[in-house]
């Protein structure tokens, strides 16, 4: 499995898996919505994680 790293609110970095990723809101944190119904805040912006999310799929085609 693999996995993108953000930064919560707080600071604490942490892994996610792009693919359970269904919505990415900035209000104005951003907010990213998990197709399991968790909700995680984090310091990137919404394009940030919408970069990270590119990156992630052009290398797991690359390959």
């Known amino acids: ?3 993108i790293e953000v930064t919560k609110i707080n600071g ?3 892994l996610i ?3 359970l990723l269904e ?3 900035e209000t104005p944190d ?3 919505s998990f197709t399991t119904g968790r909700k995680l805040i984090v ?3 919404r394009q940030d994680v919408k970069n990270l999310v ?3 799929r052009k290398d797991i085609f690359a390959d």
């Open 1 to 3: 499995m693999s996995v």
């Open 54 to 56: 590119k990156s992630y």
């Open 30 to 32: 951003t907010v990213l």
């Open 43 to 45: 310091k990137e912006s």
């Open 12 to 14: 604490v970095k942490v």
């Open 17 to 19: 898996n792009p693919d």
């Open 23 to 25: 919505l990415a809101e």
